[in-house]
């Protein structure tokens, strides 16, 4: 994964969703029930009117906010010691923020360290946990209700002085969010970003000081997820009369306050005193520096001028383990998988059978280990860690995946292309666009070399463009034939589901179109049961090896970082569901120097 | 010596204009603009209108006349624009970022000028001896090191070996001038010395020439010394291209600062330019060129100005 698209990045990150429209859930067949308590954890109160299972992204047994239990997991050390309060600790980053807009921003901003979101996921389950909302539940399929949690402080600064942040910030939020405020803002639509994460609502309100109620136009079983993705970071509803020109003025109430920008030198934020995760941040201070060439951050690293470092390559690794032995090594399977996209009304790919050919005869191993070394996770259709999806060890099973069947599967896709008119690859002509980073264009090496030694027939080049906004036009005007890219992972599998292969997805890039696809995304979306909704994804899981095959995955990759050895608490943010590759700095409030 | 200058300055206007035509046509020819930056991961399902309506919004939806008028008029309003990301005035962007890509350049240019210049001097007077290849050597490894091999191992290979490497958290000169010439030193260093290798080789070129004049066999016969014939009458005469190559090693300077600044992590003109033109950032990468090339221009009448006074035989009328 190229250095940009972890926290140390620049302005611009993957992963922009946009969902269609709301659909059902939330009452859980209890059509017109009063409140259905589904949040909370061990903080949760009697809401409930009446026990009832947990909904779709609204689970029963959702943990309080705090630091999640500690347990070494496999390449996840605890760094064992007592915290050691205050210190720096910085990061690398190759630019500073630009946008300063949460709610119409890219991607990062100053908000993923002085903002919170509303809901955060487990990091290794990915269940919704709680956070500034402390209680969310279904009071009918077209009202929900959000609990703002007591005595979440902002910064102290002008005009906000600290006050709490309550249930009119939260509402001003989602409808801003929504992009309900665009007319009024004289703001297009189309730049609120995360709309579509809010999907299907109609309002939001502040019913008192600490609830909010939102109505749906129509039920949705995706909303909390929603809440969850992580650039719905919070604001204070004060800070669009200040405007977002200056950000030394914003003020949020994450665990640190931005008190220095130097705008592509470095940022710095100052520990909050007021955080309401008591006895956090750790950390005193909080810099972000920047340090545009890659090699210069692994030389920073080395020479302790920042804190973590992450990089992918297997040489970035080699080379910290041999000069830093005394770093501390985390890596876990990542949030990012990687594909290559069909377009699927270009020549030969317009049919199944040579899509299909294709995904059979690919080495997985060779293309994964080829840039990450072993650590990458394999993947067919969903990332594995969906409870919904094909989790690994099936994964490895399928025709195509399994490396002990390869051979088969390599003569059955030979048949696909004798069938589909194109044997031994002929007239299977095309140019694989990559985007502008050395992983994507090894893949697409890799891609290319092992399927013209197969079907010496196939004619495949390759197209580099020569930068990012180049590479971002071809790819949104569906302008290629292959494209070698990256996602990031959405909250929820549907809303996946439907931003990549619905005929109307907003990342559905390839172009792909069939009436089944969307009716059962559709369907899965308004499925309020969690077991039926799971059986729909599982027969769209089949049905995308066996009918569609839209898209070839390639692997999920490792997220790896190295920490200075004297910092702990890494532990508790790291996890497929933390996206610890975007820039959630509001989670080093949980981090914390070791005596 | 006044009509000329005056005449000359006229004369850059059309050049200026050229040049503003330039910076507005060519980094729009470039394929992709913020709209598809900023829609890089939800453009699929956005309609042509509303891109149009957020470039609109942007202000970069005007036809190519008049987005060229309306920037002309704003130059010389002295209004530069302001970023279509952060919405800062590109004026204020390139005054914080000037200074450090001047601080750069001036350091590399006093230090190629006190490396080069004796150094061809006596490669020019102790010509085809042991000394002479010794410094024609070093003067062609400079050429031939690019800057951005030298700058990544200074970066990369200290940290290896030692552990240690060149701070890269930029502090101004006002705030601790020390630390500011620790952090400049480096960057600086590896743009002095390939400049001071060009230099060298043209200021032992010419001080060979020079030395073949009748007037420096005068001199000599004269009685002058040694030292004398040198710097008083050779190395003067010889230095009028020098003095021409270093004008046109500014433009060289900026150039080479675009990768210098990037692996050193020095927030000036170069990397800035280079951002911009990759976010797209029309004013920004608008307001770099024509600064850079307002100062090329300005330094080549410098450099015409300053021959007068290098040789008395070149009038201006």
């Known amino acids: 994964m190229d250095r940009d698209s972890y926290w140390f990045g620049a302005s611009r990150a993957?992963?922009?969703?946009?969902?269609?429209?709301?659909?059902?859930?939330?009452?859980?067949?209890?059509?017109?029930?009063?409140?259905?308590?589904?949040?909370?954890?061990?903080?949760?109160?009697?809401?409930?009117?009446?026990?009832a299972a947990p909904a779709a992204g609204s689970p029963a047994a959702a943990a309080a906010p705090g630091t999640p239990a500690r347990q070494e997991r496999p390449g996840v050390p605890v760094v064992k010691g007592n915290p050691k309060p205050g210190g720096t600790f910085t990061t690398s980053t190759t630019a500073t923020f630009a946008q300063h807009d949460m709610h119409t921003a890219l991607a990062g901003t100053i908000w993923h360290v002085t903002g919170e979101r509303a809901l955060e996921l487990d990091e290794w389950s990915g269940e919704v946990r709680a956070n500034v909302v402390e209680k969310w539940e279904t009071a009918s399929p077209t009202q929900l209700i959000l609990k703002v949690r007591p005595g979440v402080k902002t910064h102290n600064r002008a005009p906000m002085n600290g006050r709490d942040f309550d249930a009119e910030d939260l509402a001003w939020n989602l409808t801003r969010i929504a992009g309900q405020t665009a007319d009024k803002e004289k703001i297009p639509l189309t730049a609120f970003q995360r709309a579509s994460t809010l999907a299907g609502m109609d309002r939001a309100e502040a019913v008192d000081k600490s609830t909010v109620r939102i109505t749906m136009k129509e039920p949705t079983s995706t909303f909390f997820k929603g809440l969850t993705e992580i650039r719905n970071q919070l604001m204070p509803k004060e800070v669009v009369e200040i405007g977002f020109g200056d950000p030394m003025k914003l003020a949020g109430f994450g665990?640190?306050?931005?008190?220095?920008?130097?705008?592509?030198?470095?940022?710095?934020?100052?520990?909050?005193?007021?955080?309401?995760?008591?006895?956090?941040?750790?950390?005193?201070?909080?810099?972000?520096?920047?340090?545009?060439?890659?090699?210069?951050?692994?030389?920073?690293?080395?020479?302790?001028?920042?804190?973590?470092?992450?990089?992918?390559?297997?040489?970035?690794?080699?080379?910290?383990?041999?000069?830093?032995?005394?770093?501390v090594q985390y890596e876990y399977t990542g949030a990012n998988w990687f594909h290559m996209r069909p377009h699927t009304k270009f020549g030969a790919f317009t049919d199944f059978r040579v899509r299909k050919a294709i995904q059979l005869s690919l080495n997985y191993q060779e293309i994964g280990d080829g840039y990450y070394g072993p650590g990458w996770t394999p993947t067919a259709v969903f990332h594995p860690n969906y409870p919904e999806a094909f989790p690994v060890d099936k994964v490895k099973t399928l025709p195509g995946y399994n490396p002990s069947t390869k051979e088969k599967d390599r003569q059955e896709?030979?048949?696909?292309?004798?069938?589909?008119?194109?044997?031994?690859?002929?007239?299977?002509?095309?140019?694989?666009?990559?985007?502008?980073?050395?992983?994507?264009?090894?893949n697409a090496l890799r891609f290319q070399d092992q399927l013209t030694k197969l079907y010496p027939k196939m004619k495949i080049t390759i197209k580099t463009p020569p930068d990012n906004a180049t590479y971002a036009k071809l790819q949104s005007d569906r302008n290629f034939q292959i494209v070698s890219y990256t996602i990031t992972t959405l909250p929820d599998i549907v809303l996946?589901?439907?931003?990549?292969?619905?005929?109307?997805?907003?990342?559905?890039?390839?172009?792909?179109?069939?009436?089944?696809?969307?009716?059962?995304?559709?369907?899965?979306?308004?499925?309020?049961?969690?077991?039926?909704?799971?059986?729909?994804?599982?027969?769209?899981?089949?049905?995308?090896?066996?009918?569609?095959?839209?898209?070839?995955?390639?692997?999920?990759?490792?997220?790896?970082?190295?920490?200075?050895?004297?910092?702990?608490?890494?532990d508790t943010s790291a996890g497929p569901w933390g996206f610890t590759g975007y820039r959630i700095l509001n989670k080093a409030g949980r981090w914390y120097y070791v005596s | 010596m006044l009509r000329y200058t005056v005449r000359r300055v006229i004369g850059m206007i059309p050049t200026a204009l050229v040049l503003l035509l330039m910076v507005v046509l060519l980094i729009r020819l470039l394929p992709g603009n913020i709209v598809d930056l900023l829609l890089q991961d939800s453009g699929a399902s956005v309609s042509a209108e509303a891109k149009e309506r957020l470039a609109e919004h942007l202000g970069i939806a005007d036809p190519l006349p008049v987005q060229y008028v309306s920037y002309v008029l704003g130059v010389v309003r002295g209004d530069l624009g302001k970023s279509l990301w952060d919405q800062r005035p590109v004026t204020k962007i390139i005054l914080e970022r000037a200074p450090v890509t001047a601080e750069v350049a001036l350091i590399a240019i006093i230090l190629s000028v006190v490396l080069s210049i004796p150094v061809g001097v006596i490669s020019a007077i102790r010509q085809d001896t042991p000394i002479d290849y010794t410094l024609r050597s070093i003067s062609i490894l400079g050429i031939s090191l690019p800057n951005f091999v030298v700058a990544q191992a200074i970066v990369i290979f200290p940290a290896i070996?030692?552990?240690?490497?060149?701070?890269?958290?930029?502090?101004?000169?006002?705030?601790?001038?020390?630390?500011?010439?620790?952090?400049?030193?480096?960057?600086?260093?590896?743009?002095?010395?390939?400049?001071?290798a060009t230099i060298a080789r043209m200021t032992r070129t010419t001080m060979l020439e020079v030395m073949q004049q009748d007037y420096i066999r005068t001199a000599r016969?004269?009685?002058?010394?040694?030292?004398?014939?040198?710097?008083?009458?050779?190395?003067?005469?010889?230095?009028?291209?020098?003095?021409?190559?270093?004008?046109?090693?500014?433009?060289?300077?900026?150039?080479?600062?675009?990768?210098?600044?990037?692996?050193?992590?020095?927030?000036?003109?170069?990397?800035?330019?280079?951002?911009?033109?990759?976010?797209?950032?029309?004013?920004?990468?608008?307001?770099?060129?024509?600064?850079?090339g307002f100062l090329v221009m300005f330094t080549n009448l410098v450099v015409d100005l300053s021959y007068a006074y290098l040789d008395p035989r070149i009038r201006y009328s």
């Open chain 2, 161 to 196: 070996w030692w552990g240690k490497s060149v701070p890269f958290t930029y502090t101004h000169f006002k705030e601790d001038p020390i630390q500011n010439l620790i952090i400049v030193g480096p960057p600086a260093a590896v743009l002095g010395i390939r400049l001071s």
């Open chain 1, 496 to 570: 996946e589901g439907i931003s990549q292969y619905h005929s109307k997805g907003s990342r559905n890039y390839g172009a792909w179109e069939n009436a089944e696809t969307d009716r059962m995304l559709d369907k899965a979306l308004g499925e309020v049961d969690p077991k039926a909704r799971k059986e729909i994804m599982l027969q769209f899981q089949e049905k995308f090896l066996n009918e569609w095959q839209p898209l070839v995955q390639l692997y999920i990759d490792p997220e790896r970082y190295f920490f200075q050895g004297n910092i702990s608490g890494f």
């Open chain 1, 413 to 442: 896709a030979s048949k696909l292309l004798a069938a589909a008119g194109r044997t031994g690859g002929e007239g299977v002509d095309f140019e694989i666009l990559i985007a502008p980073a050395d992983v994507y264009k090894e």
């Open chain 1, 255 to 327: 665990p640190f306050m931005l008190t220095e920008f130097q705008p592509n030198v470095r940022e710095t934020y100052t520990k909050h005193e007021g955080y309401y995760r008591k006895g956090e941040p750790y950390f005193d201070k909080l810099q972000r520096i920047v340090v545009p060439d890659a090699a210069a951050a692994v030389s920073a690293f080395i020479s302790k001028q920042i804190s973590v470092y992450g990089g992918g390559t297997a040489q970035d690794i080699k080379t910290i383990k041999a000069a830093r032995p005394d770093a």
């Open chain 2, 221 to 292: 016969a004269k009685g002058l010394s040694g030292y004398g014939v040198i710097v008083r009458h050779a190395l003067k005469n010889a230095l009028i291209p020098v003095v021409t190559l270093l004008g046109l090693q500014l433009a060289f300077l900026v150039g080479g600062s675009v990768i210098i600044e990037s692996i050193f992590a020095l927030p000036g003109l170069g990397r800035l330019l280079i951002e911009s033109i990759t976010q797209r950032d029309y004013p920004i990468v608008q307001g770099v060129v024509v600064v850079v």
């Open chain 1, 14 to 51: 993957y992963g922009r969703r946009r969902v269609l429209r709301g659909a059902v859930v939330g009452g859980l067949g209890l059509a017109g029930a009063a409140l259905i308590g589904c949040g909370g954890g061990e903080e949760k109160e009697a809401v409930a009117t009446k026990p």
